[in-house]
């Protein structure tokens, strides 16, 4: 997963304990501030939010795809966004 714009750990970290488990878990699996593929369609996206019911929403933007226009997608799992390892 590349990372797109950095983000203040301790500050993050601060707000994770405050949320619940699962939020906690998806947090930690799935970081904000990096870019990842939506494997249904490979668009790049970012994550804009997480859900108790371990979805997330993600923000498709004209910035990492060829798109007609920018929009936020509701209700993906988390598992169906590819993480990319091979570039930090």
């Known amino acids: 997963m590349a990372i797109i714009r950095p983000v203040d750990e301790q500050a993050l970290e601060n707000w994770i304990v405050t949320r619940p488990p699962v939020i906690q878990e998806m947090v930690r699996s799935h970081p904000p501030g990096r870019l990842y593929r939506m494997k249904s369609t ?47």
Request: proline letters at 0%.
């Open 42 to 88: 490979g668009q790049r996206v970012e994550i804009h939010s997480y859900a108790e019911d371990r979805t997330v929403a993600v923000w498709v933007s004209g910035k990492w795809n060829i798109v007609m226009f920018e929009r936020l997608v509701l209700s993906k799992t988390a598992c169906k966004i590819a993480v990319r390892r091979d570039r930090q």
